[in-house]
Nanobody, 115 residues
Framework: QVQLVESGGGLVEPGGSLRLSCAASGMRFGFNVMGWYRQAPGKERELVASATMIGSTKYSDSVKGRFTISRDYAQNTVYLQMNSLKPEDTAVYYC?????????WGKGTLITISS
């Protein structure tokens, strides 16, 4: 059974940095896509960043230039380096992985940007 486990969330001041990690288990093959979504209170879940098996990346306009997604293909792990964090980045961040059309989700990790 595939499981995605996020780590690295927490409280950080505006302008600070955090690095999220998502480790996958129970999968023998590489995921077609791995990425991060977030859901702020009262808002819909939105894509933050994603990376394909061949290294193509996609970012939401709100995080371009501040966040960087990367993958460790051997370990089936995806990272999200977040810099210059803003209060509006506050949300629960979810790891997502896709394999042959099947979507997998982590349980989420809370990130709070506040002074």
């Amino acid at each position: 059974q595939v499981q995605l486990v996020e780590s690295g969330g927490g409280l950080v001041e505006p302008g600070g940095s955090l690095r999220l990690s998502c480790a996958a288990s129970g999968m023998r093959f590489g995921f077609n896509v791995m990425g991060w979504y977030r859901q702020a209170p009262g808002k819909e879940r939105e894509l933050v960043a994603s990376a394909t098996m061949i290294g193509s990346t996609k970012y939401s306009d709100s995080v371009k230039g501040r966040f960087t997604i990367s993958r460790d293909y051997a370990q089936n792990t995806v990272y999200l380096q977040m810099n210059s964090l803003k209060p509006e980045d506050t949300a629960v961040y979810y790891c997502n992985a896709i394999f042959n059309g099947a979507n997998y989700w982590g349980k989420g990790t809370l990130i709070t940007i506040s002074s």
